[in-house]
Nanobody, 117 residues
Framework: QVQLVESGGGLVQAGASLRLTCAAS????????MGWYRQAPGKERDLVAT???????NYADSVKGRFTISRDNAKNTLYLQMNSLKPEDTAVYYC???????????WGQGTQVTVSS
């Protein structure tokens, strides 16, 4: 089992920055790709960004150039630096960890990000 705990969300004005953190614990040796997803009210959960164990990254078009995903394997921590935030970035942000060799994936509990105009 892997436990994921997100933090760093909050209420900010448009144009501001936030950094989200996801701390992983448990069977972390099984984790490969990690990612951030978000879900706005009444909408599906969408991919924001992913990062593979070798550092390769992938971003949704809507956040390219504004968000940066990174991971510190020594600290078992995933980050999402969000700059130039827009009201449409408002959502609950979830951390996800994939453990493909054991056929499992894990979600955190989510952290709310609200961007006011």
């Amino acid at each position: 089992q892997v436990q994921l705990v997100e933090s760093g969300g909050g209420l900010v004005q448009a144009g501001a920055s936030l950094r989200l953190t996801c701390a992983a614990s448990g069977s972390i040796f099984s984790i490969r790709t990690m990612g951030w997803y978000r879900q706005a009210p009444g909408k599906e959960r969408d991919l924001v960004a992913t990062i593979a164990s070798d550092g390769r990254t992938n971003y949704a078009d809507s956040v390219k150039g504004r968000f940066t995903i990174s991971r510190d394997n020594a600290k078992n921590t995933l980050y999402l630096q969000m700059n130039s935030l827009k009201p449409e970035d408002t959502a609950v942000y979830y951390c996800k960890a994939n453990a493909p060799y054991i056929g499992a994936f894990y979600w955190g509990q989510g952290t709310q990000v609200t961007v006011s105009s």
